[in-house]
């Protein structure tokens, strides 16, 4: 007699039919609806078997560096303005990016135009006035550089008007799809006349929306469009099961409250394996602590302890926190307890000019226009600046060297002297040394004092408990928490006045942020208030998927 198929065989199957309808459909473009942990990366690598030429596309750098690891020798994996700057780069060999060029357009703007505008929502729309467009361009080409956003509108323009130069690939797969906008959309829409597609993303995962990027793309693509075949990957293997469940008590909460009435209906499921079942029945709760803001650092240390006494083995740990200064804070707090393995993670670019970025472009290119125009920002009032921006008005070429005052030119050239020596790890003067800090308004006795105290901590006994001093720790943003995924998933200030719109008021923006923050942990997730209300999103969850954490006011006694 046989023995009938065990559920982790028939799980096994279910989940393989599901990859199995993506590689046999004969269809020239598919789309494919995968929440986290679902195995995009592993369906990849199957539809990307014996093909000679292939191409994958994100916007996240963290990703990049993934995918280019797992699919390292079957296809180039690029970000989108990387894609765009080989493609302008076929016709401009000079191609160089800036990645906040915008920025110094925008003033340009409020000066020469005498109107705020910003030129990335105008790219990333594709709807804004041909003279705004006309005058970024002028001042781009009069900078000799790209921004992250315009160098895509270039090449979207390029390929549009000249579709025989669209590059042609075996296949062509597009990940995060969901966090695409129009601009970004559209050059997947050109490239698709010549190369087969495979699209992926997951509308509940959409976190972009700043850079004006939609679910409703792949909202459209999925059921609207009959170019695209639609499939979708409903097993996870990565979270385990209670972390599945709580995000479709989120989700299904969320539709009773009449949010996301525009979601994709799809299944979001366990993935049966009995080694991960073990790790189901070890965490089949999430822990939820109430405590002060200042407890926080002692009790993730305590949590770290405990799973470091249960498990006898590495793990890795994630925590979100609701800004960058509070992830500096915690790190910082952290450190003092001992634990040395913190890293920050910042996926996102910080567009305020600096010194810096100026002194980087003219190390390169001393007559730099772009480096030259950012060091009369950062020295010139805004008088100054706008009777400077005045002259070049009508310039096609001009060199803005010698429209800086003798005093701000001298004083760049001399920290552009040291910055270069210490680039090349030369010896400099503690007088050019004291004046480069000077200009970069750094302290420099309080460099020399943090100096000092790692010199003398190093004599001291290492504080602390050994056994997870060096166990990995990033800490960062929901944002720049995108791509990531690790053992255990500490959430901070899990509380309304930070996980709802101001106001305190849901949005479908907010349900997709703790979707994404909840769905990082493999193992387990930690939600922290300071609050004593209870959030609103802990009450989406079933009761029983939640366990309570104390921790003494006074004692700070820890129970787990």
């Not at 009790?299 to 498990?311: D, L, M, S, W, Y």
């Not at 995108?482 to 101001?502: M, N, P, Q």
């Amino acid at each position: 007699m046989n023995t009938p198929p065990d559920k982790y065989e028939l799980c096994k199957a279910e989940r393989q039919r599901h990859i199995d309808e993506i590689l046999q459909s004969k269809s020239r473009h598919k789309i494919v609806v995968a929440g986290p942990g679902t195995g995009k990366t592993f369906l990849f690598k199957e539809i990307l078997k014996g093909k000679r030429s292939a191409l994958t596309l994100t916007f996240v750098n963290s990703l990049v560096e993934d995918l280019s690891l797992e699919l390292c020798g079957i296809s180039e994996v690029k970000t989108l303005h990387g894609f765009a700057r080989g493609v302008i780069g076929s016709v401009d060999s000079t191609v160089r990016i800036f990645p906040k060029l915008s920025q110094v357009i925008k003033r340009d703007a409020e000066s020469l135009l005498s109107e705020p505008v910003n030129f990335d929502t105008i790219f990333h729309a594709m709807d804004g006035r041909d003279d705004l467009v006309e005058f970024y361009k002028t001042r781009k080409n009069l900078y000799r550089h790209y921004g992250f956003t315009d160098i895509i509108y270039a090449a979207v323009k390029y390929l549009d008007q000249n579709q025989y130069r669209i590059p042609q690939f075996d296949q062509v797969i597009v990940d995060e799809f969901q966090d695409f906008n129009t601009l970004e959309v559209t050059l997947i829409d050109l490239l698709a006349l010549k190369s087969p597609m495979l699209i992926a993303g997951d509308d509940d995962q959409s976190l972009y929306y700043f850079k004006k990027a939609s679910p409703g793309h792949i909202r459209d693509r999925h059921g609207n469009d009959n170019r695209y075949e639609s499939f979708n990957l409903p097993y996870c293997s990565r979270c385990t099961r209670v972390i599945v469940e709580s995000v479709n008590d989120v989700i299904n909460s969320a539709e009773q409250e009449g949010f996301l009435k525009e979601r994709i209906n799809k299944p979001y499921l366990y993935f049966e394996d009995e080694r991960k079942n073990a790790e189901c029945t070890r965490y089949q709760k999430l822990s939820h602590v109430q405590c002060f803001p200042k407890q926080i650092p002692y009790f993730i240390n305590k949590a770290i302890e405990k799973i470091a006494e249960e498990r006898r083995d590495k793990f890795s740990v994630l925590i979100i926190a609701p800004t960058k200064s509070r992830c500096q804070s915690v790190a910082k707090a952290l450190q003092l307890k001992g634990l040395e393995n913190l890293s920050y993670v910042n996926q996102q670019v910080d567009d305020k000019l600096n010194l810096i970025d100026c002194l980087g472009l003219l190390s390169v290119d001393p007559r730099c226009n772009l480096g030259w125009r950012i060091a009369a920002q950062l020295y010139m009032d805004k008088a100054e600046l706008d009777s400077l921006l005045s002259k070049t008005a009508n310039a096609v070429a001009m060199d803005f060297v010698d429209l800086i005052s003798d005093p701000v030119r001298g004083r760049i050239k001399r920290a552009l002297s040291t910055f270069k020596k210490v680039r090349k790890e030369q010896t400099i003067s503690d007088e050019d040394s004291a004046r480069l800090c000077a200009e970069l308004s750094l302290n420099v006795h309080s460099l020399a004092q943090d100096s000092l105290r790692k010199k003398f901590s190093s004599c001291d006994p290492r504080v602390g408990n050994p056994a997870i001093r060096n166990i990995p720790i990033k800490i960062t943003t929901i944002p720049s928490s995108k791509g990531l995924a690790e053992d255990y998933v500490f959430i901070l200030d899990f509380d309304d006045r930070f996980f709802l719109e101001k106001g305190e008021k849901c949005s479908d923006q907010k349900i997709y942020d703790f979707l994404v923050a909840l769905t990082r942990a493999r193992r387990k997730v930690f939600l922290i208030s300071c609050d004593t209300k209870q959030p609103k999103f802990l009450t989406w969850i079933r009761k029983e998927r939640v366990e309570h954490v104390e921790i003494g006011a006074a004692s700070k006694d820890v129970t787990l």
